[in-house]
Nanobody, 121 residues
Framework: QVQLVESGGGLVQPGGSLRLSCGAS????????MGWYRQAPGQQRELVAT???????NVADSVKGRFAISRDNAKNTVYLQMNNLKPEDTAVYYCYGEIFPTYPRYWGQYWGQGTQVTVSS
């Protein structure tokens, strides 16, 4: 059973920083793309950042220059470094991974449970 578990969310003041982590566990043959989405109350889920297995990244314009995505393939973990946080960054952040488990033996998209990030003074 593949699981993605996020950590690192919390309450931070405007201008502060947080680092989110998301680790994939279980019987895994391989992982392709990983990334982060977020969903604020009353809004649709939106893409924040993605990273391929070879390290190519894509970051949403709304967070470009403030957020950075990285991954450790040996640990099956993806990170989101968030700097200069703003109140509009408040949302539940979800990680995902395109994963090939040992069972079932096909690629699928797996999601974490979400971690709350609140930016407020």
């Amino acid at each position: 059973q593949v699981q993605l578990v996020e950590s690192g969310g919390g309450l931070v003041q405007p201008g502060g920083s947080l680092r989110l982590s998301c680790g994939a566990s279980g019987s895994i043959f391989g992982i392709k793309g990983m990334g982060w989405y977020r969903q604020a109350p009353g809004q649709q889920r939106e893409l924040v950042a993605t990273i391929t297995s070879d390290g190519s990244t894509n970051v949403a314009d709304s967070v470009k220059g403030r957020f950075a995505i990285s991954r450790d393939n040996a640990k099956n973990t993806v990170y989101l470094q968030m700097n200069n946080l703003k109140p509009e960054d408040t949302a539940v952040y979800y990680c995902y991974g395109e994963i090939f488990p040992t069972y079932p033996r096909y690629w699928g998209q797996y999601w974490g449970q979400g971690t709350q990030v609140t930016v407020s003074s």
